[in-house]
């Protein structure tokens, strides 16, 4: 529960905690604060009254949901009512004998602004499961790293608007039948078969459609957007935003490669290597250029398109192995030092937390006892789901021969998608190794929409999100000025402090505001809006000053020439 007398200038982020946590072992003065916080005034919790909302009656049951229905208390090991939802199995084509299914469950929303509008989240991989993101992202229970067992998720999306977590392609956690994708291409015309078939079955023709997913996700939105979008079909394929956080939108030299260097340095304490290894490293990308090419090419506005071949690439543009591999030569030698080292979220250190997924961050880890949750026979008899075994990334190929044959999604089918909707948004976590952010901005400022290359201004707006009564020890988030944008030309690019690969795993808060955003319920996120469900919650009344992700802003990458000069003046982003 947030203290709401303490509204401070926000320059930094702000953790929401709840008031009188212990914390009498770090001292007398600590000790002191704490005693003062117990008698601070606070307001009761909001979110109670959303989170016990239900609709006086289901809103989607018909003779064709019936089957698809859940029973909204009888999810295992959730001690609390879900709510309405429908989860099943639907054909990718309208073919009688199509064979091929993709599985998915669907969340209804009461909230009186979701008429007539519906989101679609998808996970990553390739052949990773969108379940990872209903269970410990943005679905209405949450079972995290390391927890006793799901608790309710206070910023669930279905808050906001009704939404679907599908898995997919063919082959993905319980989507079965025969993989025949070996492109986006393939894989968004699977899914607008599956899509028409979603519509057909809850009656939702003409709905606004938003799109959202993560890491590969990259790939998938953007070209299945982009599909629906030359469909012409507003009755089925009425798209209408895009929304993706740390993805996937340009080759992995440049995602991952060439930024590497400068990301370790700029997070030097969580990267403490000895002179030597550092020296090391440091000279190889020299060798290799990849320094030089962040100087050149990561500036605002764009020195020009970047040719190939990429830096440390041999004559016929094959990356050498001595620069591609700096990446993973860092990764073995922190793991020494952290062997607990994860790559999604790189501030992480030991103990080793147990996933009821499988797979909590770089390793694979489930404790004697534990079980996969997915793959239990009742969770299974609880969404109607096939009896195979369930995979939160699959070991199968979702692509025929494991090979994915499209182009990145910057050349064309992302910006198609903004060129189109004016509402997409690019989203970063700081604290992720997977995909760098500053690769993330090396393939935008190398991407033409709007008529122009790139971003022409810094992204050092301060991303501001509301205070607010949401949380409780189970759900923690933060509040306050979390990060740095820009928005140009109907692309937003934001910067989410202290959050690593899955943003709205780690910054549920963060989230919830980009998603009012692509939903336009608010038109601003470096204002001081209230959340749209908390209207009353006071907020700052200090300047929010420049954002706080200055990686992105110098012309290295790095924070030594970091300017602090503010680049638009703007508070309304819409433009």
């Known amino acids: 529960m947030r203290l709401t007398s303490l509204l401070l200038s926000a320059t930094t982020a702000v953790v929401v905690v709840a008031a009188g946590r212990d914390v009498g072992h770090a001292g007398k003065l600590h000790k002191a604060f704490a005693e003062a916080r117990k008698k601070t005034t606070v307001r009761e919790p909001v979110m109670d009254q959303i989170l016990d909302r239900r609709a006086s009656a289901p809103l989607f049951l018909n003779a064709n949901t019936s089957k698809f229905a859940v029973n909204g208390t009888g999810i295992p090991d959730v001690n609390f009512d879900v709510g309405e939802s429908y989860a099943g199995s639907l054909p990718i084509s309208s073919d009688p004998n199509e064979e091929s299914n993709l599985f998915w469950w669907f969340f209804p929303s009461t909230n009186p602004d979701a008429k007539k509008e519906i989101l679609i989240w998808l996970n990553g991989g390739p052949g990773c499961s969108s379940f990872e993101g209903l269970l410990q992202e943005n679905g209405p229970f949450l079972w995290q790293y390391g927890t006793f067992k799901p608790v309710h998720n206070p910023w669930s999306w279905n808050t906001l608007t009704n939404v679907v977590w599908v898995e997919q392609p063919v082959g993905t956690g319980f989507s079965t039948g025969k993989v025949t994708a070996t492109s986006e291409e393939d894989v968004a015309k699977q899914f607008m078969g599956f899509w028409r078939n979603f519509m057909d079955t809850f009656s939702m023709q003409g709905y606004k459609v938003y799109i959202a997913g993560e890491s590969y996700a990259g790939l998938y939105c953007p070209y299945i957007a982009s599909a629906f979008l030359n469909a012409e079909d507003t009755t089925y394929y009425n798209m209408s935003g895009l929304l993706i956080y740390d993805p996937s939108i340009t080759l992995d030299v440049v995602s991952e490669s060439i930024p590497i260097l400068a990301f370790t340095e700029y997070w030097g304490g969580l990267y403490p290597f000895n002179d030597t290894f550092r020296a090391t490293i440091q000279a190889r990308d020299a060798k290799c250029g990849y320094s030089a090419w962040m100087n050149k090419y990561l500036v605002y506005p764009p020195s020009g398109p970047q040719p190939l071949p990429f830096p440390g690439s041999d004559e016929n543009g094959i990356p050498l192995e001595e620069c591609v591999n700096i990446y993973w030569d860092i990764f073995d030698a922190i793991s020494l030092i952290n062997p607990c080292f ?108 709007g008529g122009k290359l790139g971003f022409q201004t810094k992204p050092n707006w ?114």
């Open 342 to 449: 994860d790559l999604y979220q790189v501030a992480t250190t030991c103990p080793l937390l147990w996933d009821v997924l499988g797979f909590p961050g770089s390793f694979s880890y489930m404790p004697e006892g534990s079980s996969v949750y997915f793959d239990r026979a009742d969770v299974k008899a609880a969404i109607h789901a096939p009896n195979i075994t369930w995979e939160e990334c699959t070991s199968k190929n979702v692509f025929v021969n494991g090979t994915d044959s499209s182009l990145p999604s910057h050349i064309k089918a992302l910006p198609h998608v903004i060129d189109k909707t004016q509402n997409v948004q690019i989203v970063h976590g700081a604290l992720d190794m997977i995909l760098l952010a500053n690769g993330t901005l090396l393939g935008i400022q190398n991407m033409t929409w």
């Open 462 to 575: 301060p991303f501001y999100v509301p205070y607010n009564d949401f949380t409780t020890h189970s759900n923690l988030a933060a509040a306050g000025v979390f990060g740095s944008m820009v928005t140009e030309r109907g692309l937003t690019y934001v910067s989410v402090d202290l959050s690593g690969h899955m943003v709205p795993q780690y910054a549920p808060s963060a989230a919830y505001r980009q998603l009012e955003f692509l939903l336009g319920r608010v038109d601003c996120m470096n204002c001081t809006t209230p959340f749209t469900v908390d209207k009353g919650a006071p907020q700052s009344s200090q300047p929010l000053g420049l954002g706080t992700a200055p990686q992105a802003w110098s012309e290295a990458g790095g924070g030594k020439n970091c300017s602090r000069k503010r680049s638009a003046p703007g508070r309304k982003l819409r433009k």
